[in-house]
Structure formats: C-alpha cells, structure tokens
C-alpha cells in the first residue's frame, strides 16, 4: 500500500507548530510546496521547512485542508495493521466505557469519532448488528471498502457477534469541500431493513422511573438525519428525563421525540413533540405507541401533542396565546457552518431560549443545546444570559452537558467536541 517514494507534503517555514502540538489539519496556508504524484486521498510524508519529518498524512490538494496527520512517527508504516490496529481502539474505547454500549446486541452507539478516534474524516456508528460509514474526506473515500471490511471482521472479534451489513451515508456537505460527490448505498454485507428499533447503549436506566415502558427509538439508516439517528444525545436524554416527573413537558426540535419519549417514560404530566419534519414526527409516534405510551387511554397518552411546525413562528404563537410548560427542551440543528455565521447564529439562539425562556412557568427546567462546534461553550453561555436578561427571568444553571462518551474529544483536537446542553431552572 505503500508507495516507492511516496509524495511529500513541505511546510512553510514557522507553520510547524499545530502539527507539532499533535493538532491533525493542516491547511493549504501552511504548505509550501507538495512534492510528487499527489492524487485526492494520496499517502504523504510531512517535513518542515528545514526538512525535518514530522510523521505522515493523507493528502488532498483539492481540500483547503491539504493534509490530516495520520501519524506522528516519520517511522510508522500506514499499513493494513496501522488501520486495523486504529479501528480496533476506538472498539476497545467503547468497550470500557462504563455500561459498554457494545454489550446489548439492541443497542445504537458511535463506534467511530473521525479525528478524535485517530481516524481523520471517518464516522462509523453501530445500530444493533448493522454499522453506517461516512467517508468525509478523501483520505477515507478510497479507503472506505477496506475499512468497512477489516471494521466487521473487528466487530465480530470484539462482540463476539456478526456484523449484518455496513451502510454508506457519506451524504454531507463537507464532502464538497472535499471535491468528493455525495454517496448513499450498501457497502458491505446486507443492506438495512427500512426500519430497526433500537435502544441507546448509553447511559443508565433510570432509578425509579416509572417506565412502563422500553424505551426504543426507530431508526431509518437510509433515510434518517446524520446516520439515522442522534446518537450523541443519548445520555442527555436520560439527563433531562430525570427532571420530568409530574412536569409538563415541550420538547421543541424534536426528531423523532427521543426526549420526550423518556420524559414520558419518567412520569412526565404530558407532552408536546415538536418538529418541521413530518416524517420524524410520525416516527415518533410510532416509538410511543410500541413502548405503550401513545395508544388511548395508555400512560400519559390522552397529553401527548405532536406539532409540525418551525419553531421559530411556533414558539411566538405560543407566547402570544400565554402557553406555559414546566420543562423545555431546545436542541436546535447546526445553525453555524463557518465562521462567518457566527453573528447570525447567536441571534437565532438567543430567539428561540427568550422565547422559550417566557413559555416557562415559574421553577421551570430549561434544557437547551448547540451542537454547533463553532459557538464555544462560553459564547452560548453568555447567549443565554442575554436571552435570560431580556426575557426578564433570571436562569440558574443546575448542569453542563455535553456529547455522550462514545464521542471523545482528543485535548489536541478541540474541534471533536461540538456538542454543549446547559440545564437550567428559572429562579
Ligand atoms: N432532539 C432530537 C434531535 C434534534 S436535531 C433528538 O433527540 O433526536 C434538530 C431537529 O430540528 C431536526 O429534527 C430537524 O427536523 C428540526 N428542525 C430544523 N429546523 C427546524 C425549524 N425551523 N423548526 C422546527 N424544527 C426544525
């Protein structure tokens, strides 16, 4: 696999530093020259501009991201073992997290962290016995069958049980970036059933809970947003769940009601799902329905609510008819892509948590998200206390949260942590 003279990636002078702190990207701006037959995806050595070696990476001369750090060791063959021996830690991560999201042969997890699993623009998530791959770069584009093939013989190593199939859903913007088209299909093995029902391997049961119900999401891998599913909520959903006994309960941005399906579960007085996706919403449904929460006259049934609708004109409506719920929920999509959005996005957020802020009846619960990377978690604190200041209610945050475990953050990559939820009550 490894080329006679494999092409070289020079730096400018000076631009050595990121790659030194262990940071993977480096940037067109940072390249001096490329030195050989540099093809998308191609294998390269790194040198500084005195010629030191820095390690290897995989090249993209079409990418603004020219390279990504494969290794950090002039030495190290990036070889079948050498991605092999990757894949099988970020298995082994999974594994001993506590609860292992490997064990429940029913259980949806992350198995695959891109950059911060050492595997740069490779996402690979587990529903039951099928995974789904997103090639992001081109680095991983004209690896991915390999991948996809040495991951199953992994799984079955690591689990003991057969991997059924590996989806493709390498349909997401950054490929653009990337000059790669998008790309949906079976890679490996069967392709997916239209619809599974899974539950997430992540986060305790909860204490006492008064769950009739089995909590299973529905999961459709060719359609469903990202993967198929939100997989880095999971322990959130428990989180928030714990605060929603006896409590009236919107949960806006819903998806498929993950939120508010164990809200219910943990007692919640009633529920309103809220989403611009009709198709998510009857999904959700049907989640209700299985784990004997949505039929008449079961559970919390009779105060279940779904609305479709964008929530930005939803939540006014509701503010303007005086609605008032005890817990909401806010877990918005991605409103920043680049940096030039930032100002844009914070105006947003700081609509949707006023407004739902003013929904809020006395010693309500808010609980609201960004999974956008590029707010910090300090930037959207300060949103919500303007949010707060001009809603005229005063939040106390009670919990910071963040992405589930099977979403590690690597220190030298700050960028793998994208996901921020602050939990707070209305004092
Ligand atoms: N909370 C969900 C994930 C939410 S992702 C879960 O736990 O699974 C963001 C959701 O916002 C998506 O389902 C998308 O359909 C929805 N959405 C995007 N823009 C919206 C808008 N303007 N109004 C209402 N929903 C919107």
Not at 50 to 60: K, Q
Not at 187 to 196: D, S, T
Not at 364 to 375: E, K, N, P
Not at 378 to 395: K, P, S, V
């Amino acid at each position: 696999m490894r080329p006679s003279a494999p092409p070289t990636l020079h730096l400018r002078p000076g631009r050595d530093k990121p790659v030194r702190g262990r940071h993977p990207w480096i940037f067109s701006g940072a390249v001096a020259r490329l030195e050989g037959e540099v093809e998308p995806g191609s294998l390269g050595r790194v040198r500084t501009a005195e010629g030191e070696e820095l390690g290897w990476a995989s090249l993209n001369p079409r990418s603004q991201i020219l390279g990504r750090m494969l290794s950090w060791q002039p030495e190290a063959r990036i070889d079948e073992a050498f991605w092999r021996a990757r894949l099988a830690e970020a298995l082994d991560l999974r594994a001993a997290l506590p609860d292992s999201p490997l064990a429940d042969p029913e259980g949806a997890c992350r198995l695959v962290h891109a950059e911060s699993d050492g595997l740069p623009g490779l996402v690979i998530d587990r529903y039951g016995p099928f995974l789904v791959l997103q090639a992001l770069t081109a680095g991983i584009e004209v690896l991915k069958q390999d991948l996809a093939a040495w991951t199953a013989e992994l799984w079955r190593a690591a689990t003991g049980r057969d991997c059924a199939g590996i989806y493709e859903r390498s349909d997401v913007d950054v490929r653009a970036k990337e000059g790669l088209a998008e790309q949906v299909g079976p890679l490996w093995g069967e392709a997916p059933p239209p619809r599974l029902w899974l539950r997430e391997a992540l986060g305790k049961p909860l204490a006492g809970g008064a769950g009739p119900a089995e909590v299973r999401l529905p999961v459709d891998i060719a359609s469903g947003h990202k993967t198929g599913a939100y997989l880095d909520q999971a322990v959130n959903r428990r989180r928030v769940a714990a605060y929603a006994r006896g409590r009236r309960v919107l949960n806006a941005f819903c998806y498929t009601g993950g939120f508010g399906l164990h809200a219910l579960a943990a007692g919640a007085a009633s529920l309103t799902q809220m989403d611009s996706s009709a198709t998510a919403l009857a999904a959700g449904a049907e989640a209700l329905e299985r784990a004997g929460l949505g039929g008449p006259g079961e559970g919390a049934a009779g105060a279940v609510e779904w609305v479709e609708a964008d929530a930005f004109t939803q939540l006014r409506r509701w503010r303007d008819a005086g609605r008032q719920w005890d817990l909401i929920v806010l877990d918005p999509p991605k409103f920043v892509q680049h940096a030039g959005q930032i100002a844009k996005a914070g105006r947003a957020y700081k609509d949707i948590n006023l407004l739902a802020l003013k929904l809020l009846a006395p010693g309500g619960i808010l609980a609201s998200f960004s999974c956008s990377g590029l707010v910090s978690p300090d930037l959207f604190l300060q949103i919500l206390h303007g949010a707060a200041l001009d809603a005229g209610r005063d939040l106390c945050i009670v919990e910071t949260l963040g992405q589930a475990p099977d979403h590690p953050v690597r220190l030298s990559f700050p960028e793998g942590r994208y996901l921020k939820g602050l939990l707070g009550r209305v004092v």
